[in-house]
């Protein structure tokens, strides 16, 4: 039967597994355990996705996918009841599975896509499969090695404390994000900004300014939160105020930087035409300057997210995420802490994103945008 | 030919020399240059000969260090100041941020110039070197060659009476340096302006000038300076005349001669 062997190393090395599942036999110590009938529709699905590629590869991509996933949700749904007492049969299925979802991804990154559509919903389903896998396995293990708690909730324990908890996430980002760290990553910035064009301007700025603000980057945010808080007081003030001094600076180094981009040539040209100092910054030196600024913005967004949450420690109100953080880790509420790390993450991915949105429209011509 | 029109540019004894780590370094020693209004004069030597440095003391770029020089009866930051001239570098330097016509538009901007003022130059001039129809590309979407014929039109925009142009078609190839030679022919007979022109290419002087003057170098100086025969209007193919042959021989003697000065 030549046509029904795999035609993958991934198809094999699944074939081999669900073979050593079959030996090791059965999937859990506890009772109950998986029912008979569960356990043959894991092993149907899998061989289901085994044959895949036997298959047209349309048809192929859509069995290695129901297969690999159908069965890895069958295996976290017979968990329950079961924790902590998978034996190896069990991890050998998931590692199968998850093989056959690698296949999947690989077959569909040889997919040419003709449409525009297509192509972009081939560019989310590739990093969503990849993505979904670390959520998979992290739950398998936790729940099928029975991890504490306290060490490692697993993934569906901390989604339903994000869904049992959204008006309190929701009030720690209020106060977190839209306060603190929006105004001190726009202040920073724009101070950061407004510096580099003086120092730029005036000789004595330069050499007295840039050493001064390496300083202030220099200085421990651990050290100054708690003084930030003595000053500007518990709520979001004094958190905006770190975020400030940890935004000034790059900013500061990167438009410097891009302020000295442009070439000899273009600066020569604006020369020729008697242009002044101030036609000359808007009409060519910041536009050059943009990918340095960009940069620096994009490195700002992350550093603003960490620099309120860590400050958030020294002293605030009863609300925000890094008071959330250090209280629910005294009160073992673990998966409380992890949903607040998720909603940062996710956070500071979309403020990343939407940084890296507004570089791709401004500096649309430099050639790292382009493409060559 | 040049003695009856008015002096454009007039350098006597002109001097620049270089503070470098490895010692002063002579780039233009002794130069004397009187360039009329609506000549064609080209500069050409070996590199190191200082033409460049000798198109940029015009441009009021480099500050000479001794001698005299005046353009248009100014000083040269005078006649920067003024917008006296159009430069032409050796790439086409636009800004790739703007397209062609934001390009070109870029001097009209700086000099105030109104919307619709600026709108009839940019169709002027890029019609002048054939760019029509190019005015909404950026730079990076065009060849090298109109590349260059785009920072032509940018420095013709704001109508200058003089160009001075470092080698401008250096990086291009020879099929399309010959059609923008021709071209620049065509624009300077109709626009009768004044062009310093910077080359290392013998046929381009010989083709393009109504003066070619040869610089030597160490320390870079004037060794000859040959008035052109040939008549206004060239075809391409005048390149194969005896005339043209013989000024070309002349001029690579004088390439020659400041050789072996050193």
Known sequence: MSSLTPRSWQGYAALVLLVGALLLWPLVSATPGYGMATTVLIFILLLVAIEADNFPPMIGVALLFLGAHGAAWMLLAGITGNEGSARGSFYLLLVAAWFLAWRCVTVLSSFRPTSRWASTALRLVIPAIF???????????????????????????????????????????????????????????????????????????????????NMVSALPIIGVAPIMVMWFGFDWQSK????????????????????????????????????????????????????????????????????????????????????????????????????????????????????????????????????? | MTGASPAVVSASKLGLTFQTNDGPVQALSNVDLTIGKGEFVSFIGPSGCGKTTLLRVIADLEKPTSGAISVNGMTPEQARQSRAYGYVFQAAALYPWRTIERNVALPLEIMGLSRAEQAARIKRTLDLVNLSGFEKKYPWQLSGGMQQRASIARALAFDADLLLMDEPFGALDEIVRDHLNEQLLE???????????????????????????????????VSDVIESTLPKKRPLDIRETPEFLAIAARVRDGLRAGHSYD
């Open chain 1, 131 to 213: 993505g979904a896998w670390i959520l998979i396995i992290w739950e398998a293990v936790t729940r099928g090695a029975g991890i504490p708690f306290i060490l490692l909730p697993p993934p569906s324990a901390i989604g339903a404390r994000i869904v049992g908890s959204l008006p309190v996430l929701g009030a720690d980002v209020r106060q977190t994000i839209f306060k603190a760290v929006i105004f001190g990553y726009v202040v920073g910035s724009i101070a950061g900004f407004l510096v580099a064009i003086a120092a730029d301007r005036v000789p004595f700025l330069r050499r007295g300014l840039l050493p001064i603000g």
């Open chain 2, 187 to 221: 624009l300077w007979e109709r626009t009768n302006k004044t062009i310093c022109f910077v080359t290392h290419s013998i046929p381009e002087a010989v083709y393009l000038s109504t003066r070619i003057v040869v610089m030597s170098p160490r320390p870079g100086r």
């Open chain 1, 240 to 372: 905006a105020a770190v975020v400030i001094i940890m935004t000034f600076f790059p900013m500061l180094v990167n438009t410097v930087a891009g302020l000295a981009a442009s070439g000899h040539m273009e600066r020569d040209l604006m020369r020729t035409y008697a242009s002044s100092y101030w036609q000359t910054l808007f009409k060519l030196r910041l536009p050059a300057a943009a990918p340095f600024i960009f940069n620096a913005l994009k490195i700002n967004s992350t550093l603003a997210l960490i620099g309120a949450i860590v400050a958030e420690f020294f002293g605030t109100p009863v609300v925000g995420m890094g008071f959330r953080i250090s209280t629910e880790v005294g009160r073992m509420n673990i998966d409380m802490v992890w949903a607040e790390i998720a909603v940062a993450a996710l956070a500071g991915s979309v403020f990343y994103g939407v940084v890296a949105l507004f570089e791709r429209a401004v500096t649309f011509w430099h050639p790292s945008v382009r493409g060559g």
